[in-house]
């Protein structure tokens, strides 16, 4: 990446312990549930090899067909309910940060490379609104318990 790479940053605030949202970020029969900007996209495949060193894969879609993308990289460190770093396929990098707020909240912090396709802002709305998407199937499945 270049040196004058830009980072993005993003947040939210979970309403579930940890436990619950370490599990919905690292299965990948929760990922295909929430990973979506918008309702018309959807992830269709979601394979995840969580070791240091091993890949992760997501096919993400238009729900129409009209277009669709793979998002993968390989993970970089993870600290076990703390942080996870990766380096996407075209050399960009990611960290995802939880911590625990109390006994039910968990927030996320995730930064990221931003790419020189696609303005800034559309990046960090795009990356926030799957955070939120995630954010609100993460506190579904906690109140399903």
Same mark, same amino acid.
């Given at each position: 990446?270049?040196?004058?790479?830009?980072v993005i940053?993003? /947040? !939210?605030?979970?309403?579930?312990? @940890?436990?619950i949202?370490?599990?919905? =970020?690292? !299965?990948?029969?929760?990922?295909?549930?929430?990973?979506?900007? *918008?309702?018309? =996209? #959807?992830?269709?495949?979601?394979? &995840?090899?969580? #070791?240091?060193?091993?890949?992760?894969?997501?096919?993400m879609?238009a729900?129409? %067909? *009209?277009?669709?993308?793979?998002? %993968? %990289? @390989?993970? $970089?460190s @993870? !600290?076990? #309910?703390?942080?996870?770093?990766?380096?996407?396929? $075209? %050399?960009?990098?990611?960290?995802?940060?939880? *911590?625990? @707020?109390?006994?039910?909240?968990?927030?996320?912090?995730?930064s990221? $490379?931003?790419? &020189?396709? &696609?303005?800034?802002e559309? /990046?960090?709305?795009? =990356?926030?609104?799957?955070? &939120? *998407?995630?954010?609100?199937?993460?506190? #579904?499945?906690?109140?399903? /318990?």
């Amino acid at each position: 990446m270049a040196e004058n790479k830009i980072v993005i940053t993003i /947040q !939210t605030t979970v309403k579930a312990p @940890i436990d619950i949202v370490w599990k919905c =970020w690292i !299965t990948p029969a929760d990922i295909i549930k929430w990973n979506s900007a *918008s309702d018309d =996209w #959807h992830t269709t495949k979601a394979v &995840n090899d969580f #070791h240091v060193g091993r890949k992760f894969s997501y096919r993400m879609e238009a729900k129409d %067909g *009209s277009m669709g993308f793979d998002f %993968g %990289g @390989i993970y $970089d460190s @993870i !600290t076990d #309910h703390k942080q996870i770093s990766y380096t996407l396929e $075209d %050399g960009r990098t990611a960290t995802i940060t939880f *911590s625990v @707020i109390g006994d039910e909240e968990t927030e996320v912090i995730e930064s990221f $490379d931003a790419e &020189n396709f &696609n303005p800034i802002e559309m /990046q960090q709305n795009g =990356w926030q609104a799957i955070l &939120n *998407s995630f954010r609100k199937y993460a506190e #579904h499945q906690f109140s399903e /318990q």
